[in-house]
């Protein structure tokens, strides 16, 4: 029999269904006994009539059954308005317990605020049972599943690269080593390199979604040695401006689709509200924001900080976005080339061809278009000395490649700030950090 959720039980109305779930909440009272059984899509009662001798048994079970157990209950779905629970209720025939909890839960997961975040993330798998947290993948994996959309929508292709990369090529000690048979292997800071060369292979508009890894000893609320990146290369870019224009209209479209599914509920849950933005997305240049900083609000940084966003600046950049331009979003251009990866396009000027795009105050995208010329990128190589650890990389740009771009976002990060959720440990479905690899 196909598996009922509890969001479909409203299509079953007077017909015997079968229905699985946790075991939420048991009131057992003198004539009646009320279960409420929970599955990922929400929740509903099953009612036990103790006068009916035939219930004997069910009422029997239910009386002695632990909460949090998982049950498979065969019965009839009314519709019952006096029901405050969604107005609807099973009457069952039987019920057969599939899984029994054994022990006591550890905490009490549906109220959270007395529970140190350390503890929940020790028993992440009861943390997560948890109707909010619950929720906030269900709108993780819609805002994910629009920005797809969108790309499959304008000729993209998903692909899948390796992790395992065989030299520590993008910036040497944030690379994890990995024993790979007789030699060291890399886990991959990014898809980068295969991005780039699917591009060269003709592929003409690529994506991927998948885990990168970043041995920074990093313990900020905003990062994670391992995360979820959702990354993005196109071909036959006129300007990095292109780039930015499709970043902003993914986002745009998949904000408010995702507002769409999700939006009154995630203010319900939340307290927050998805804005979906207008394009475009304003820019600003890194030292007209400085200046603007320093003569709005006041701050000033030493010339020497001003080739990159210091982590006030970046935040003040938020209050100066919807100060200046009544926008949430704000790309930031004009970095120097020297602060970012060599496969950044550079103008006649040595000025850099990329950008960071910020949301509230925090950097959620580094994008650029790339160097596609053969001489010009081996170049750059060699003065970030590079050598041989990129020259597989380099050979990707011998036999000609268009002119392209791309960018990366990731997913824990974008979901903490939709959902005003204080850390990226609790937006990823299993944090890994400096100080934690288990569960």
């Given at each position: 029999?196909?598996?009922?959720?509890?969001?479909?039980?409203?299509?079953?109305?007077?017909?015997?269904?079968?229905?699985?779930?946790?075991?939420?909440?048991?009131?057992?009272?003198?004539?009646?006994?009320?279960?409420?059984?929970?599955?990922?899509?929400?929740?509903?009662?099953?009612?036990?009539?103790?006068?009916?001798?035939k219930n004997n048994e069910?009422?029997?079970?239910?009386?002695?059954?632990?909460?949090?157990?998982?049950?498979?209950?065969?019965?009839?779905?009314?519709?019952?308005?006096?029901?405050?629970?969604?107005?609807?209720?099973?009457?069952?025939?039987?019920?057969?317990?599939?899984?029994?909890?054994?022990?006591?839960?550890?905490?009490?997961?549906?109220?959270?605020?007395?529970?140190?975040?350390?503890?929940?993330?020790?028993?992440?798998?009861?943390?997560?049972?948890?109707?909010?947290?619950?929720?906030?993948?269900?709108?993780?994996?819609?805002?994910?599943?629009?920005?797809?959309?969108?790309?499959?929508?304008?000729?993209?292709?998903?692909?899948?690269?390796?992790?395992?990369?065989?030299?520590?090529?993008?910036?040497?000690?944030?690379?994890?080593?990995?024993?790979?048979?007789?030699?060291?292997?890399?886990?991959?800071?990014?898809?980068?390199f295969y991005k780039q060369?699917?591009?060269?292979?003709?592929?003409?508009?690529?994506?991927?979604?998948?885990?990168?890894?970043?041995?920074?000893?990093?313990?900020?609320?905003?990062?994670?040695?391992?995360?979820?990146?959702?990354?993005?290369?196109?071909?036959?870019?006129?300007?990095?401006?292109?780039?930015?224009?499709?970043?902003?209209?993914?986002?745009?479209?998949?904000?408010?689709?995702?507002?769409?599914?999700?939006?009154?509920?995630?203010?319900?849950?939340?307290?927050?509200?998805?804005?979906?933005?207008?394009?475009?997305?304003?820019?600003?240049?890194?030292?007209?924001?400085?200046?603007?900083?320093?003569?709005?609000?006041?701050?000033?940084?030493?010339?020497?900080?001003?080739?990159?966003?210091?982590?006030?600046?970046?935040?003040?950049?938020?209050k100066l976005s919807m100060?200046?331009?009544?926008?949430?979003?704000?790309?930031?251009?004009?970095?120097?080339?020297?602060?970012?990866?060599?496969?950044?396009?550079?103008?006649?000027?040595?000025?850099?061809?990329?950008?960071?795009?910020?949301?509230?105050?925090?950097?959620?995208?580094?994008?650029?278009?790339?160097?596609?010329?053969?001489?010009?990128?081996?170049?750059?190589?060699?003065?970030?000395?590079?050598?041989?650890?990129?020259?597989?990389?380099?050979?990707?740009?011998?036999?000609?490649?268009?002119?392209?771009?791309?960018?990366?976002?990731?997913?824990?990060?974008?979901?903490?700030?939709?959902?005003?959720?204080?850390?990226?440990?609790?937006?990823?479905?299993?944090?890994?950090?400096?100080?934690?690899?288990?569960?």
């Amino acid at each position: 029999m196909k598996k009922i959720f509890a969001n479909e039980l409203k299509n079953y109305f007077g017909k015997e269904v079968e229905f699985s779930g946790f075991v939420d909440n048991i009131r057992d009272l003198q004539w009646v006994q009320f279960v409420i059984l929970r599955d990922s899509t929400g929740k509903v009662q099953v009612t036990i009539e103790k006068s009916e001798e035939k219930n004997n048994e069910m009422v029997d079970l239910i009386s002695s059954l632990p909460l949090e157990s998982t049950v498979k209950i065969t019965g009839t779905v009314i519709e019952s308005p006096k029901v405050k629970l969604n107005g609807m209720e099973i009457i069952p025939t039987n019920i057969e317990v599939t899984s029994m909890s054994n022990e006591e839960l550890p905490f009490n997961f549906k109220d959270l605020s007395t529970v140190n975040l350390d503890t929940r993330l020790d028993y992440r798998f009861i943390d997560l049972r948890n109707d909010k947290n619950i929720f906030m993948f269900q709108v993780q994996s819609t805002i994910v599943r629009y920005m797809r959309e969108y790309l499959y929508e304008h000729n993209f292709t998903e692909i899948h690269t390796p992790k395992f990369i065989g030299a520590a090529s993008e910036s040497g000690a944030d690379v994890f080593e990995v024993k790979y048979f007789d030699r060291l292997a890399y886990l991959a800071q990014s898809p980068q390199f295969y991005k780039q060369m699917a591009i060269a292979s003709g592929f003409s508009n690529v994506f991927e979604v998948a885990p990168c890894f970043r041995a920074e000893n990093s313990n900020t609320s905003r990062h994670a040695t391992e995360f979820t990146s959702f990354d993005v290369e196109f071909s036959y870019i006129d300007s990095f401006y292109d780039v930015m224009n499709l970043e902003a209209e993914m986002l745009a479209y998949a904000l408010e689709k995702t507002n769409e599914v999700y939006g009154e509920k995630i203010k319900e849950v939340f307290g927050t509200e998805i804005i979906v933005p207008k394009l475009p997305f304003p820019v600003m240049r890194l030292a007209d924001i400085y200046k603007e900083l320093e003569e709005r609000y006041g701050y000033k940084v030493a010339d020497e900080e001003k080739n990159d966003l210091t982590t006030e600046a970046e935040k003040l950049c938020y209050k100066l976005s919807m100060d200046k331009f009544n926008h949430e979003y704000l790309f930031v251009i004009d970095y120097p080339a020297d602060k970012r990866a060599f496969y950044h396009m550079r103008d006649e000027k040595g000025h850099l061809l990329g950008y960071d795009l910020l949301w509230r105050g925090v950097e959620i995208t580094t994008g650029a278009q790339r160097e596609h010329r053969y001489e010009e990128i081996k170049k750059n190589a060699k003065e970030k000395n590079l050598g041989d650890d990129v020259k597989f990389y380099l050979d990707f740009f011998k036999y000609g490649c268009p002119p392209h771009g791309g960018f990366a976002i990731g997913i824990d990060r974008l979901t903490m700030l939709l959902l005003s959720i204080p850390s990226v440990k609790e937006t990823q479905f299993l944090f890994r950090g400096p100080n934690r690899l288990y569960p």
